[in-house]
């Protein structure tokens, strides 16, 4: 705890020497953030790529989700380091579960 | 400084009143393309007929509370009734912001930003998503631990993102060693789903029918991001989707973004929940395939407000207080409707509908997603009992799968209906690079069909279909 203040004052007393210029810049930075957001918040900009784009490859989400599946179940695994059993059967059902996955979103996918 | 209790709930009142006329006083009061608002006539549809809504799953809660609200008042048309309740929840969510944090930052913060104006503003369901979010969070601050899980199931009911915040729920009881077994109470307002198999009816829309694989189709076909691996587009467009992310969140919370940082690093436990509930939406949006679903991050905003509003750095405190307020008074100029669509495009493209024969086919436009203007036309269908017969690539329907003589469609069968339209003059398309106008002009088979035949989506969907 008192490493995190430490850490805290630390952030504190160095942002505050370049306080003013940065604050200044992200108040301008927000702003103008704001206003080049508005085109695609109120859909103008998204129409006019609706008609350019296509569907292409799944990559990413399911590299995430079948990597926090195996970690979920490699995390329950390591509480049980002492019954091989209960471990091994941990780990057989994330197995499960990734390819069942993997088979789910094919099949839609495909 | 301290608040009196009494205080700090006459402050909340008065933040939702305040909060209310401003986005009233900014509201659509007709049909809007504009927004993202393409869900519009659906939501009109579903309240006033009681019909089956989109999936995700189905938002029984917002179409009967919609359905209920529309019975019992009326302001003019039925979309300026319908369209209070959004800009009523978001206004609620400000005045609950101020009553966690106790602090102006918090409701500015979600006030200032572009994103949550523009869903508070249309007909949306995402603003209720963040009202249930933001209240599940209050109760389980307030250690009504049940509550809070039965809020967020009532959540789900509205839109399946709410399930973040279920996620967070379950997570933050994880860690901090609390049973996890008040999660099951989230099952109970589950039983509202039962409202699409109640209101799935003829002329069937949403699904094709009442089979099982019919209703598969609609929660887990359509809805795909229940499951998650959602498509992302080629690594070319990884960019576009970073250039959207950073202009919507740094144009949303901006330097508060400092102040959120800071105060999750001081004690991280503390403000795991809010964390949860604002990053998951974030990292949902991010990596989801429509690069328009912006207002899911909407909780991200109100729990950023709730992290910022927590730090103790003043100085930067009030520079943000001062900038949402300059935010506030931009965003009047930026999204007024009367100046973003003075012609009023979704409701000229309703009129033109008008002039169309009975049983006319009409080929919206050769596009990934064109329910902006599907949900239109089943609306006038709907509401004048005149039959306009939609193509679209996204759900190739004439209806839904259907052929004009309610049979399955076939690639046969389908070209027969382009043509027979043809022949009797009733073919028409949605005008090309109009997209915002929907201007609809005279068509010929040829045209349409050149965009279908040789298209993947022909050759994976009709195609397959027949064979």
């Given at each position: 705890m008192i490493k995190n203040y430490v850490a805290f004052d630390t952030a504190k007393s160095s942002m505050a020497i370049l306080a003013k210029p940065l604050i200044i810049l992200g108040a301008l930075v927000w702003i103008l953030s704001a206003y080049l957001a508005q085109?695609?918040?109120?859909?103008?900009?998204?129409?006019?790529?609706?008609?350019?784009?296509t569907m292409g490859v799944y990559t990413f989400k399911v590299l995430f989700i079948l990597i926090a599946i195996g970690s979920i179940g490699g995390y329950f695994a390591s509480m049980f380091k002492h019954n091989n059993t209960l471990r091994m059967s941990i780990h057989i059902i994330s197995m499960i579960l990734v390819m069942m996955y993997i088979y789910v979103t094919l099949s839609i996918y495909s | 400084m301290l608040h009196s209790a009494y205080t700090v709930k006459i402050t909340s009142i008065g933040i939702v009143g305040l909060a209310l006329t401003y986005f009233l006083l900014l509201g659509s009061q007709n049909l809007t393309f504009f927004?993202?608002?393409?869900?519009?006539?659906?939501?009109?549809?579903?309240?006033?007929?009681?019909?089956?809504?989109?999936?995700?799953?189905?938002?029984?809660?917002?179409?009967?509370?919609?359905?209920?609200?529309?019975?019992?008042?009326?302001?003019?048309?039925?979309?300026?009734?319908l369209v209070i309740l959004p800009s009523l929840y978001s206004a609620i969510t400000a005045g609950l912001l101020y009553l966690i944090t106790?602090?102006?930052?918090?409701?500015?913060?979600?006030?200032?930003?572009?994103?949550?104006?523009?869903?508070?503003?249309?007909?949306?369901?995402?603003?209720?998503?963040?009202?249930?979010?933001?209240?599940?969070?209050?109760?389980?601050?307030?250690?009504?631990?049940?509550?809070?899980?039965?809020?967020?199931?009532?959540?789900?009911?509205?839109?399946?993102?709410?399930?973040?915040?279920?996620?967070?729920?379950i997570v933050t009881d994880f860690v901090n060693k609390n049973s996890i077994k008040p999660a099951l109470v989230t099952l109970i307002p589950l039983i509202l789903i039962i409202y699409v198999p109640l209101t799935n009816r003829e002329p069937y829309y949403m699904i094709?029918?009442?089979?099982?694989?019919d209703y598969l189709k609609y929660f887990f076909s359509t809805a795909s991001g229940l499951l998650g691996g959602l498509a992302l587009y080629p690594t070319d467009d990884l960019v576009g989707r970073i250039w959207d992310v950073s202009r919507i969140l740094l144009g949303g919370l901006g330097l508060s973004i400092l102040l959120v940082i800071v105060t999750v690093k001081q004690d991280w436990k503390e403000h795991l929940l809010p964390l949860l509930m604002g990053l998951l939406?974030?990292?949902?949006?991010?990596?989801?395939?429509?690069?328009?679903?912006?207002?899911?991050?909407?909780?991200?905003f109100a729990f950023g407000a709730v992290i910022a509003s927590k730090s103790d750095w003043k100085f930067v405190k009030n520079i943000c207080i001062g900038i949402c307020s300059i935010l506030i008074v931009m965003n009047i100029f930026l999204y007024d409707f009367d100046r973003n669509d003075p012609d009023k495009t979704a409701v000229q493209f309703y009129n033109q509908l008008e002039t169309l024969?009975?049983?006319?086919?009409?080929?919206?436009?050769y596009c990934i997603s064109n329910s902006i203007y599907v949900n239109m036309v089943y609306l006038y269908n709907r509401n004048s009992e005149k039959n306009i017969y939609v193509l679209d690539t996204e759900f190739y329907r004439i209806p839904r799968g259907m052929g004009t003589d309610g049979k399955p469609i076939t690639?046969?069968?389908w070209k027969q209906t382009v043509q027979e339209a043809e022949e009797q003059n009733k073919l028409w398309r949605v005008k090309a690079n109009s997209f915002l106008k929907g201007e609809i002009v005279p068509a010929t088979s040829k045209e349409v069909l050149s965009n279908y035949l040789t298209s993947d989506f022909y050759k994976e969907t009709i195609n397959g279909n027949s064979s």
């Amino acid at each position: 705890m008192i490493k995190n203040y430490v850490a805290f004052d630390t952030a504190k007393s160095s942002m505050a020497i370049l306080a003013k210029p940065l604050i200044i810049l992200g108040a301008l930075v927000w702003i103008l953030s704001a206003y080049l957001a508005q085109p695609l918040i109120i859909g103008e900009e998204v129409f006019e790529r609706w008609n350019n784009e296509t569907m292409g490859v799944y990559t990413f989400k399911v590299l995430f989700i079948l990597i926090a599946i195996g970690s979920i179940g490699g995390y329950f695994a390591s509480m049980f380091k002492h019954n091989n059993t209960l471990r091994m059967s941990i780990h057989i059902i994330s197995m499960i579960l990734v390819m069942m996955y993997i088979y789910v979103t094919l099949s839609i996918y495909s | 400084m301290l608040h009196s209790a009494y205080t700090v709930k006459i402050t909340s009142i008065g933040i939702v009143g305040l909060a209310l006329t401003y986005f009233l006083l900014l509201g659509s009061q007709n049909l809007t393309f504009f927004n993202m608002g393409e869900d519009g006539p659906l939501f009109v549809q579903t309240a006033k007929f009681l019909s089956t809504g989109a999936p995700s799953p189905g938002s029984p809660l917002f179409h009967l509370t919609n359905a209920g609200w529309l019975r019992v008042f009326d302001f003019g048309t039925d979309y300026g009734t319908l369209v209070i309740l959004p800009s009523l929840y978001s206004a609620i969510t400000a005045g609950l912001l101020y009553l966690i944090t106790r602090n102006l930052l918090a409701p500015l913060l979600w006030l200032s930003s572009g994103v949550v104006l523009s869903q508070s503003t249309i007909l949306e369901l995402y603003t209720l998503v963040t009202l249930s979010m933001v209240l599940a969070y209050y109760c389980h601050t307030k250690n009504h631990r049940l509550l809070a899980y039965f809020i967020i199931g009532l959540g789900i009911t509205v839109h399946h993102t709410a399930g973040m915040g279920l996620l967070a729920l379950i997570v933050t009881d994880f860690v901090n060693k609390n049973s996890i077994k008040p999660a099951l109470v989230t099952l109970i307002p589950l039983i509202l789903i039962i409202y699409v198999p109640l209101t799935n009816r003829e002329p069937y829309y949403m699904i094709s029918g009442h089979s099982t694989s019919d209703y598969l189709k609609y929660f887990f076909s359509t809805a795909s991001g229940l499951l998650g691996g959602l498509a992302l587009y080629p690594t070319d467009d990884l960019v576009g989707r970073i250039w959207d992310v950073s202009r919507i969140l740094l144009g949303g919370l901006g330097l508060s973004i400092l102040l959120v940082i800071v105060t999750v690093k001081q004690d991280w436990k503390e403000h795991l929940l809010p964390l949860l509930m604002g990053l998951l939406p974030l990292i949902y949006y991010s990596t989801t395939s429509d690069n328009y679903a912006y207002f899911t991050i909407l909780p991200t905003f109100a729990f950023g407000a709730v992290i910022a509003s927590k730090s103790d750095w003043k100085f930067v405190k009030n520079i943000c207080i001062g900038i949402c307020s300059i935010l506030i008074v931009m965003n009047i100029f930026l999204y007024d409707f009367d100046r973003n669509d003075p012609d009023k495009t979704a409701v000229q493209f309703y009129n033109q509908l008008e002039t169309l024969p009975d049983n006319s086919v009409l080929e919206t436009c050769y596009c990934i997603s064109n329910s902006i203007y599907v949900n239109m036309v089943y609306l006038y269908n709907r509401n004048s009992e005149k039959n306009i017969y939609v193509l679209d690539t996204e759900f190739y329907r004439i209806p839904r799968g259907m052929g004009t003589d309610g049979k399955p469609i076939t690639s046969e069968s389908w070209k027969q209906t382009v043509q027979e339209a043809e022949e009797q003059n009733k073919l028409w398309r949605v005008k090309a690079n109009s997209f915002l106008k929907g201007e609809i002009v005279p068509a010929t088979s040829k045209e349409v069909l050149s965009n279908y035949l040789t298209s993947d989506f022909y050759k994976e969907t009709i195609n397959g279909n027949s064979s």
